[in-house]
């Protein structure tokens, strides 16, 4: 099995929508098809600075990263020198560079969403069981409820940290991320530092 590394590229553009999952989603697939019905591949969410009205500013640190196989990574090299439409914001993709996962024993995902995300209780559980299932020992945390937009419907989800883990653990929790919507920016693990 191949090891699991992060694809980063250089972006610019001017601004995204702060919830751009599933728009940067769909542009992507409208590039790469593949991307659409890979099980292997990850998106993490684009950084940048809150600039009101719903858009975060792309900054020169800014990255689009996939997370992928290291044996898939030609999949998804066409991706430099694209223009993307976010949700009629552009975003122009430059050269990549690999990434390889760090362990850190704290780990954070801006938004972690289950198939019961809408109510905390059973999302905890969902995650506890998904945790259990891996034998990770570790402590989470659910910091804040959140939303997102998906074809018009609202997904609720929440932020979320992990504490405790061995660096195994950690690499591992951050190549299989937990919950679901991993190709959306969901539950997208990195180090807490």
Known sequence: MSHIVDLCFNISGESIPV????????AISNILPEFHDSSSIKLAPIRGLYAGDGLLKVQQESKLVLRLPADEIHKAL??????????????RVGLPNTRAILPSDTIYSHFVTTRHGDNKERFIAEISRQIGELEYPCKTTVISRKTISIHGKQIVGYSMEIRGLSP???????EHGLGGRHKMA????????
């Open 168 to 174: 195994a653990d950690s690499i591992r929790i951050q």
């Open 19 to 26: 919830d751009h999952g599933y728009f940067l989603f769909s």
């Open 78 to 91: 066409s991706l430099g020198g694209k223009t993307l439409d976010v949700a009629a914001h552009r975003l």
């Open 186 to 193: 969901c539950g997208f693990f990195t180090p807490r530092g």
